[in-house]
């Protein structure tokens, strides 16, 4: 059983797919679409230009040769082969946190490998960034199966190198002004973090990522950072600094209590204004743990009655 905080490499290969890793919040994937259907539709590729024929989509014209020549022209569409799917995975310092379960960041790898082999059984091209350090490390899109184990793999030493909790400057915000700028239209974003670093720009650019992008954000939070449960003291370490919080004040227990619900909430009423969808996810519920765990107990007990 893990102890919430050791990741193994074996762990991201045979990460459990989204819909079992996250059970309780994905039984709508469909009404929401987290997971894609097979069927895609006309993709978003550019091909070419044309004259307009009767029945075309009028939402395809190309105003501006329209405007420069006075015939109507439209714009044609090849079907995608294959989508780039991008994965930002936020490693700061303060995911490295958890009370109970397990660590913030430690969930958000799993997540990340997660999403990474979904889009590959897909057929889809998978790249992202990993936030840590002064420079984050980048992952270019690729579709065959070496590129995921380049990825599985540069996930599992970012992980490690993030438990020597260092500070950092790069941010979450930073990245994703980067593919904003160089993103290929009509890519799917997974991006998991506790986005409390957002600034405004980032906000912004998140909202701009989401208007030519399929944007899915996955917010990662401890119950602890919204109350204190129990009473007596609770030591806090965060690394480089260590103190202790309190339940004996109820003043202090009750302000703490509404700040941290407010961040939390008010980062998920925003998170769902600028993405497609976004999932908030408490890992200091010991399920999160156990589910694997339950499973197989499950189906060796369905072996000893078979």
């Known amino acids: 059983m893990p102890n919430g905080i050791e990741l193994k490499f074996e762990e991201l290969m045979l990460v459990p797919p989204l819909s079992q890793l996250l059970p309780n919040i994905m039984v709508a994937s469909q009404r929401y679409g987290l997971l894609r259907a097979n069927s895609r539709g006309r993709g978003m590729e550019f091909s070419e230009v044309r004259s ?32 780039n799917v991008y994965i930002i995975l936020d490693l700061d310092p303060a995911m490295y946190f958890g009370s109970q ?21 897909m057929k889809d091209k998978v790249g992202g960034m990993i936030i840590l350090g002064d ?25 490690q190198i993030g ?10 915000s930073n990245g994703l002004e980067i593919f904003v700028n160089h993103a290929r239209p009509g890519s799917v974003f997974h991006i998991i973090s506790d986005f409390y670093r957002l600034n405004d720009n980032a906000w912004l650019y998140l909202r701009r990522l989401n208007k030519s992008h399929i944007v899915r954000t996955y917010q990662i939070y401890d119950k602890l950072e919204m109350e204190i449960d129990g009473k007596g003291t609770v030591g806090i370490n965060t690394g480089n ?56 107990e499950s189906d060796s007990s369905e072996n000893e009655v078979k």
């Not at 009028?58 to 995608?80: H, N």
């Not at 980048?138 to 990825?151: E, T, Y």
């Not at 438990?163 to 979450?172: C, G």
């Open 52 to 83: 307009y024929q009767p029945g075309d989509d009028i939402r395809t014209i190309d105003w501006r040769i329209t405007a420069r020549t006075g015939k109507t022209f439209t714009k044609l569409f090849r079907e995608e082969r294959d989508r």
């Open 101 to 121: 379960g397990q660590l913030k960041a430690r969930f958000a790898a799993l997540i990340a490998a997660s999403c990474a082999w979904q889009a590959f059984d």
């Open 135 to 159: 420079t984050p490390i980048r992952h270019k899109p690729g579709g065959m199966r070496g590129d995921m184990l380049a990825w599985i793999r540069k996930v599992y030493e970012a992980y």
């Open 163 to 172: 438990l020597r909790r260092q500070n950092f400057d790069y941010s979450i």
């Open 241 to 296: 600094n260590h103190g202790y919080i309190s339940s004996l004040n109820r003043d202090f227990v009750e302000n703490y209590r509404r700040i941290g619900v407010h961040r939390i909430h008010n980062i998920n009423r925003m998170l769902t204004e600028a993405s497609q969808k976004n999932i908030c996810i408490d890992v200091s519920d010991p399920l999160l743990g156990k589910r694997e765990e339950q499973q197989d």
